[in-house]
Nanobody
Framework: QVQVAESGGGWVQTGGSLRLSCAAS?????????MAWFRRSPGKHLDLVAR???????DYTDSVQGRFAVSKGDAENTVYLQMNNLKPEDTGVYYC????????????WGQGAQVIVSS
């Protein structure tokens, strides 16, 4: 079985930085097509934040562009989300997802990491 776990969340003041990590354990039997970060802000639905594609390209939601960066970690099956110049509206639970393709796409989700940005 594959398990995904986030770490690095915490409480930071406006303008501060955090780096979230996401590590997958177990055997990933297939090709990792996308590593993505989502967040659920208080009172809002789950939103896509950033994606890292297999070819190395990335994209970001407009609200974090220029402040956040997603990257593949050196450790196997690890992805980071560097968050700079944090704003209160960045507060939420951040989830990582990996999409693996073998005979078809399979999603694996972490349980989330809490990020609180105080005013």
């Amino acid at each position: 079985q594959v398990q995904v776990a986030e770490s690095g969340g915490g409480w930071v003041q406006t303008g501060g930085s955090l780096r979230l990590s996401c590590a997958a354990s177990g055997s990933i039997d297939g090709v990792v097509e996308i590593m993505a970060w989502f967040r659920r802000s208080p009172g809002k639905h789950l939103d896509l934040v950033a994606r890292l594609f297999r070819d190395g390209t990335t994209d970001y939601t407009d609200s974090v562009q220029g402040r956040f960066a997603v990257s593949k970690g050196d450790a196997e099956n690890t992805v980071y989300l560097q968050m700079n110049n944090l704003k209160p509206e960045d507060t939420g639970v951040y989830y990582c997802k990996i999409i693996v393709f073998k005979m078809g796409p399979t999603d694996y989700w972490g349980q989330g990491a809490q990020v609180i940005v105080s005013s």
